[in-house]
């Protein structure tokens, strides 16, 4: 099975300013006949489920607010939220759908400075 | 608009079994894959199984292989997850999730509110 690493596990950022969060795959999630990284990145506040934000490592949701940007390729991924707000406080999780079972990150805690 | 029901979450006993249900709304359900993600509590997400558009690819995670079975009925437009031989590890909150495509290889793009399942004695 592929393994997701998640780094750090927590981090505190003040707002307006940049948060990164690292991913990692145990194997490749890059299908050479496409091109196309099998990774996903979700945000979960307290109490809802989570929410797609982007896909394809790099594609954002509909909706997403254009703060938030994927990029990597292989096996190592970021998640970049360029500039903090409020409402981004919650738990960022990374998923491989690449090959089944399609693993989730350990997740990784965003707050306010 | 996308709307996911999960229905069936209960207390069960350890070895029992349980049913849960997802009725899907807003639209075409046999034209996109479906998934089970469950969370234990204060616990990450955990991927349990997913079923493709057409119903006929199915796929588990080592911890539920053989004891859960997943299942669609598309004009019913319902998602399944029949849990057999439960364990109190199997405890958490079970999240009924829409994929982005026909097959399981997309992200999740909906997701409903999720359904409770305690196992007790």
């Known amino acids: 099975d592929f393994v997701m690493t998640q780094s750090p596990d927590s981090l505190a950022v003040s707002l307006g300013e940049r948060a990164t969060i690292n991913c990692k795959s145990s194997q490749t999630v890059l299908d050479s006949s496409n091109n196309n990284n099998y990774l996903a990145w979700y945000r979960q506040k307290p109490g809802q489920p989570p929410k797609l934000l982007i896909y394809?490592?790099?594609t954002r949701d509909s909706g997403v607010p254009d703060r938030f940007s994927g990029s990597g390729s292989g096996t190592d991924f970021t998640l970049t939220i360029s500039s903090l707000q409020a409402e981004d406080v919650a738990l960022y999780y990374c998923q491989q759908y690449y090959s089944a079972p399609f693993t989730f990150g350990p997740g990784t805690t965003v707050d306010i400075k | 608009e996308v709307q996911l029901l999960e229905s069936g979450g209960g207390l069960v006993q350890p070895g029992g079994s349980l049913r849960l249900s997802c009725a899907a709304s807003g639209f075409t359900f046999s034209n996109y894959a479906m998934s089970w993600v469950r969370q234990a509590p204060g616990k990450g997400l955990e991927w349990v199984s997913g079923i493709s558009g057409s119903g006929g690819s199915t796929f588990y995670a080592d911890s539920v292989k053989g004891r859960c079975s997943i299942s669609r009925d598309n004009p019913k437009n319902t998602l399944y997850l029949q849990m057999n031989s439960l364990r109190a590890e199997d405890t958490a909150v079970y999240y009924c999730?829409?994929?982005?495509?026909?097959?399981?290889?997309?992200?999740?793009?909906?997701w409903g509110q999720g359904a409770l399942v305690t196992v007790s004695s």
């Open positions: 394809w490592a790099s």
């Open positions: 999730a829409k994929a982005r495509g026909s097959s399981a290889y997309h992200s999740v793009d909906y």
